[in-house]
């Protein structure tokens, strides 16, 4: 379909005529005169004269082909549509009538061009018309398009709107997108015109943009569109539209410590079972959710907590007793919680319901606050004992710290329990027996650990003491490490930089007792008996009774190292090494001071290899010995470590023989460069009264059998002393 024409004027024999696009009334057929202005000369028919050749006419043209009637002069011909027809009358050519259309149509610029004939014969002339209505030509660039489909139908800066190339708007009422400036009519081409686009997501997207403005008109904000979900203690929120036309995620949210109920979709505020929490355990007296986290703490407090109500261990909710706070942690699994009692008046935990022995296990890390544990109704195995809590605790370690266990625990066996497979890493604390009960400071089962001095993380340090508990009390054994099947503790300490990692002193029967296939290692400063002036007669009498026992027990198939350490004041042995049905000891001492004791090291079975150590004050420094089926074997030659020994200024009480060092055995004593109190040193061979003796040098300083003899053997043994220097300090009387 062709749009409305706008008729142009067109060129006729050099002049401007205005030709009507529906032709002539003539039938569309233009007389021209002839070139000569229609006259003729010659002889001949006269022009318009009928013709049957060219040479009957005086022109010498019979119509166009040479028959009709006489032409002035010859017609054009060239084009189909517009050449003439014949002449008329007067010779005239008869032309198509200008105005009539002779070849295709075309369109470009939005102008629609149609050839027509001027005429004279040609097809020349043109009539340009304009598109209506801001239309473009079509694809093919014949015509103007009639009706626009879409805005690319229209000239730039103009949009289509039913068909019409219009002026957009850019707000009020559309139809479709083309109306609006923008190019976006409501959300779907209908509506109000928008400023911009509008998200038309469901059920959050726009519906319309606003009349006046443009904006875009969204769901209201607090629109639900999408369901809340459960994934274990996590809840997923249900969604909400945001009011600017998206439905945003939202954060997840741990219902910890209570589950996520999946049939409601929502947390739990309240528990029955443990099934109702979410990391974490349900106090079930309260029915409440409590989270203890691994690394996590828990508050007990002997005064104001409560073991009825919300036992979260928060200052809120703190716990009562040990023993619910560990029933708890065993119930939410969680390993490595701090215990952190609140310190009650006096200082005396007892708070009321505590059960003994409290067992202390999932690596918790006691922070006993200078706390006072007694066991005041007895009878009890003992007041902690480090091990599992229940079949789920595999964890096997526990830390207490700043704690002072014992005293008044009647019949407990120990203050500390540790059982096999666990270790007590120990810091800051004060541990006591009591000679009056016969009990144990610290018992490690076979298989279990002991670590002195700090705590499992090792952030915490302090030296531990092993005591009696005072008011005259004394104390009964300090650390006793058991046997069993072949197995032995392990006992170990911590650097205190410079500090002692362990401290025993007034236990009656033994500070440490080491029993088969135990392994201690003390290095770290480690002290046995009270710190008292150097010399002869500087400690406590033994009229009081005090530290009666060895200081170190040596059992059957036990290894000990002790470096950079301290045994004194001792009435007893400083270490006894004896054998078992299972082997024999072996002990290795590095840099350790032994003084006013019994016999410094007293070696009837198994060896002791010593260097670098000072042995002093003691009424026999060493005896190399044996129990009647074993024999011992002492090196003083300062062994792999190189270091020389001190034995010097060892001497009994009166009327007694006082001896440095002294082998009762057939076999060889290397005491090879050591430092002695006197230069040489004495040598002195003996019968079993240690009186009749002879000595084995030059000249002896000291008398036979007197008090105060340096090396001593027995007649079938030697003692070898070569290298030897004298003690640049003379003893103190």
């Known amino acids: 379909m062709r749009a409305t024409l706008v008729t142009l004027a067109v060129l ?10 529906t032709g002539l009334s003539n039938g569309g057929v233009v007389k021209r005169p002839d070139a000569g202005g229609g006259t003729t000369t010659g002889g001949g028919a006269a022009p318009g004269s009928p013709c049957a050749s060219n040479g009957v006419c005086s022109s010498g043209v019979c119509g166009l082909t040479g028959s009709g009637d006489c032409c002035a002069t010859a017609c054009s011909t060239a084009d189909p549509t517009c050449a003439a027809t014949g002449c008329d009358d007067a010779g005239a050519c008869e032309y198509a009538a200008a105005g009539i259309g002779c070849g295709p149509s075309s369109c470009s610029d939005s102008v629609q061009s149609d050839p027509q004939c001027d ?5 020349s002339a043109e009539a340009l018309t304009y598109c209506a209505y801001k239309l473009l030509c079509d694809d093919a660039g014949a015509a103007c398009i009639p009706k626009c489909s879409s805005s690319a139908d229209c ?3 103009f949009k289509c709107n039913a068909g019409l190339c219009v002026t957009p708007e850019p707000v009020g009422p559309c139809t479709e997108n083309d109306d609006c400036t923008q190019g976006y009519c409501g959300v779907a081409g209908t509506g109000h015109c928008c400023a911009g686009p509008c998200s038309s997501l469901a059920p959050c997207g726009a519906t319309d943009c606003d009349p006046n403005s443009g904006v875009c008109v969204y769901a209201n904000a607090g629109v639900a569109c999408g369901q809340a ?3 274990g203690g996590i809840l997923q929120p249900g969604l909400q539209c945001d009011g600017l036309g998206a439905c945003p995620a939202t954060q997840a949210v741990s219902c910890a410590p209570y589950a996520c109920v999946a049939d409601t979709n929502a947390c739990a505020t309240s528990c029955s079972s443990n099934a109702d929490c979410s990391g974490g355990y349900c106090d079930t007296p309260s029915s409440t959710c409590c989270g203890v986290p691994s ?10 907590g409560s073991d009825l109500t919300a036992c979260c261990g928060s200052p809120g909710g703190a716990c009562q007793t040990l023993g619910h706070a560990m029933q708890l942690i065993d119930k939410a699994r969680a390993r490595d919680v701090s215990l952190k009692l609140a310190v009650p008046d006096g200082g005396v935990w007892a708070p009321p319901g505590e059960v003994y022995p409290v067992v202390l296990g999932w690596g918790v890390e006691l922070l006993a606050s200078q706390n006072t544990f007694e066991d005041g109704n007895g ?8 091990g599992a809590v229940s079949p789920n605790d595999l964890v096997g370690y526990a830390s207490i710290v700043n704690a002072y266990i014992g005293g008044d625990q009647p019949n407990d066996p120990s203050a500390i329990l540790v059982d096999p497979g666990s270790t007590l890493y120990l810091a800051d604390s004060l541990v006591v027996s009591s000679l009056a009960s016969e009990n144990i400071a610290i018992e490690v089962s076979a298989g279990a650990g002991l670590v002195l001095g700090r705590d499992h993380s090792g952030a915490r340090t302090g030296t531990v003491q092993v005591s009696a508990s005072g008011s005259g009390d004394e104390g009964f054994d300090g650390i006793f490490c058991d046997s069993t099947n072949n197995m032995g503790c392990t006992i170990s300490d911590a650097w205190q930089d410079g500090g002692n990692s362990v401290i025993l002193t007034m236990q009656t029967h033994h500070d440490i007792d080491a029993q088969d296939f135990a392994s201690v290692t003390l290095t770290n400063n480690p002290a046995i008996g009270y710190n008292h002036p150097v010399g002869f007669g500087t400690c406590f009498s033994d009229d009081d009774g005090l530290y009666s026992g060895e200081a170190i027990l040596l059992h059957g198939k036990a290894r000990m190292t002790f470096d950079d350490g301290m045994v004194q004041c001792v009435s007893g042995n400083g270490f006894e090494l004896e054998a078992s049905a299972n082997g024999l000891p072996t002990l290795t001492l590095n840099g350790t001071v032994i003084q006013n004791t019994l016999i410094g090291v007293h070696v009837p079975a198994g060896s002791a290899t010593i260097s670098k150590s000072t042995i002093q004050y003691n009424s026999t420094g060493v005896e190399q010995d044996t129990d009647g089926t074993n024999t011992g074997s002492i090196d003083l030659s300062g062994g792999d470590a190189g270091g020389a020994n001190i034995v010097a200024c060892n001497a009994a009480s009166a009327g007694s023989v006082g001896v440095s060092v002294l082998n009762t055995t057939a076999k060889m004593l290397n005491a ?4 002695w109190d006197t230069p040489g040193p004495d040598v002195f061979m003996c019968d079993a009264s240690l009186m009749n003796c002879s000595c084995q040098i030059t000249m002896c ?3 036979a059998g007197a008090n105060g003899m340096d090396a001593v053997y027995e007649s079938s043994g030697t003692i070898v002393t070569t290298g030897n220097e004298l003690v640049p300090v003379g003893c103190v009387n």
């Open 12 to 21: 006729v024999g050099g002049g401007c005529s205005v030709v009507s696009s």
């Open 119 to 123: 005429g004279y014969g040609h097809c």
């Open 155 to 157: 000239q730039k800066g």
């Open 229 to 231: 979900s459960c994934d």
């Open 295 to 304: 690394g996590g703490s828990l508050i007990v407090d002997s005064q104001f």
């Open 379 to 386: 009878g009890n195995r003992a007041l902690f004992e480090i």
């Open 672 to 675: 090879s460069n050591v430092e």
């Open 701 to 703: 300083t000291a008398d």
